[in-house]
Structures are given as C-alpha cells and as structure tokens.
C-alpha cells in the first residue's frame, strides 16, 4: 500500500539519491523532507534502505527500464567528461553499465536489420528496379530537352531570331 503520492517519493528520492552518490550525511535533511513533503521519518528511512540496496553494484539495471535506459545512452553521447560524470553521479550509474546498454541497444539493431523478411527484401527489389526505370526515362528526357534548346539557340544564331524579320 502507497499512501504518498508518486511524485512525492520521487523528490525525496532524488535527493536521497544524490546524498548517497555525493556521500554526504543527512544530518537535520531528514527532519527537512519530514517539514517539507508530510512523510513520515519510518517512510524516509524504508525508502533510502530500498534505495541503498538498488544502488549497490549490478543491481542498478533492474531499477531502471528499458525506455530509461536508452534515453540515458542518447543522452551521454554528447557528453564531454565531466558532464558525463556528474551525470553517472547524479543518476547513480556507471560508465560500465551505459557502455553496456549502449552496446546492448546497438547489438538488437543488428539482428533487427538481419531479420527482414524474403518478402520484404523483394518488394525492395522491385520497388528500386521500378524507381531505376523511372530514373533512366527521365534522364532521357532531360537530355532530349536540352539537345533541343542547344539545336534552337544554334538555329538562332545562324539564321537569327524568329521576331528579326
């Protein structure tokens, strides 16, 4: 049973988060929260013990979902240093897990591009012969065009322009 509201716990999480991963002891922010937020100290201290054993090595993927875990990876790509590692500190991950999801995250793409289908595969076949075709009939086109404006600027050139008479 939850008797705060989601977005409550949220902001007490996020600061209890960003005391474990700065190491900095709670001192009167627990009675602070308490003022702030109308939780109990129990729920605080239940809710940072939760968060202690999320945080501990190689249990942090499973707090994390999928969607997050690909916005984190698009998010440190452009990243210099020291944003990424205020980042990863901020978020209480390590550079070992996001280079893993990345690489995770690329490896699905490959075997997603590997797995198109032979029909598929044809109908891009056929589509691309068809666009080819159009191409080539279009080149000629152009090139019938412009064999045509250089016949006629000659044309005008020797026997001069149709308005001179």
Do not use: C
């Amino acid at each position: 049973m939850n008797k705060y509201p989601t977005k409550v716990k949220a902001e007490i999480l996020s600061v209890l988060r960003k005391q474990l991963v700065d190491g900095v002891e709670p001192g009167d922010s627990y009675q602070l929260l308490v003022d702030t937020y109308g939780v109990t100290k129990s729920a605080i201290y239940q809710w940072k013990h939760e968060l202690k054993q999320q945080m501990q090595p190689g249990t942090t993927s499973s707090r994390f979902t999928g969607a997050e875990k690909l916005a984190m990876v698009i998010k440190t790509t452009s990243m210099n240093e020291l944003e990424f590692g205020e980042f990863l500190r901020s978020n209480g991950v390590t550079a070992e897990e996001i280079s893993a999801w990345k690489k995770s995250y690329e490896q699905a793409g490959e075997k997603q591009s590997r797995r198109e289908s032979p029909r598929d595969a044809k109908e891009a076949e056929k589509t691309i012969r068809k666009l080819q075709a159009e191409l080539k009939r279009k080149e000629k086109a152009l090139a019938e065009t412009a064999a045509i404006l250089v016949l006629q600027g000659k044309a005008d050139a020797i026997w001069g322009a149709n308005g001179e008479d």
